[in-house]
T-cell receptor, first 115, second 112 residues
Framework: GENVEQHPSTLSVQEGDSAVIKCTYSDSASNYFPWYKQELGKRPQLIIDIRSNVGEKKDQRIAVTLNKTAKHFSLHITETQPEDSAVYFCAARIYSGGGADGLTFGKGTHLIIQP | DAGITQSPRHKVTETGTPVTLRCHQTENHRYMYWYRQDPGHGLRLIHYSYGVKDTDKGEVSDGYSVSRSKTEDFLLTLESATSSQTSVYFC???????????FGQGTRLTVV
């Protein structure tokens, strides 16, 4: 099955700096890669996603890049703000061939924005 | 937020007892999922459903069963709860199978 590795497990950056979180996946058939943000005690919320037919996607201060050849994808947050502090999860779509695919998640990155 | 509700939100139960968690959606999405979240493991797929009465196993299905008799409801049952099933359980829904999944608020289950 699919395996997703996520690094780093903890990332501390100064407010206003950029943050980068990286993930690798094992199944070359995976074709959908979402990122979720989870605040303490809350549900995971989708913040951005990318499909395998594009290499980069941006939404304001957030961007995701995908390298299919190397099987890795990254989340980039620019001009970080205190409200960006949370746990971020990457995920990859499990390709089962049956059309009822779920997601395999990385173990999460705790992003800390230092004032 | 997508119309998805989990119940109960918190539950404490004893080892060996059966437990059922409910996920209810108002979005009429075809796909529904149950995940568990544990420190150091992220979210792991337990079971999923791709239609009424159509379900399949995920990565960590041992000790769990599911049922979906209506589009809007997806039930997760622990036949005989064990301490290793203490976790936070999240339900998710998706319109198009695996893409753009939206999560419920979660159920914190403690097995003592």
């Amino acid at each position: 099955g699919e395996n997703v590795e996520q690094h780093p497990s903890t990332l501390s950056v100064q407010e206003g700096d950029s943050a980068v979180i990286k993930c690798t996946y094992s199944d070359s058939a995976s074709n959908y890669f979402p990122w979720y943000k989870q605040e303490l005690g809350k549900r995971p919320q989708l913040i951005i996603d990318i499909r395998s037919n594009v290499g980069e996607k941006k939404d304001q201060r957030i961007a995701v890049t995908l390298n299919k050849t190397a099987k890795h994808f990254s989340l980039h947050i620019t001009e970080t703000q205190p409200e960006d502090s949370a746990v971020y999860f990457c995920a990859a779509r499990i390709y089962s061939g049956g059309g009822a695919d779920g997601l395999t998640f990385g173990k999460g990155t705790h992003l800390i924005i230092q004032p | 937020d997508a119309g998805i509700t989990q119940s109960p939100r918190h539950k404490v139960t004893e080892t060996g007892t059966p437990v059922t968690l409910r996920c209810h959606q108002t979005e009429n999405h075809r796909y529904m999922y149950w995940y568990r979240q544990d420190p150091g493991h992220g979210l792991r797929l337990i079971h999923y459903s791709y239609g009424v009465k159509d379900t399949d196993k995920g990565e960590v299905s041992d000790g769990y069963s599911v049922s979906r008799s209506k589009t809007e409801d997806f039930l997760l049952t622990l036949e005989s709860a064990t301490s290793s099933q203490t976790s936070v359980y999240f339900c998710a829904i998706s319109e198009s199978g695996g893409t753009e999944a939206f999560f419920g608020q979660g159920t914190r289950l403690t097995v003592v």
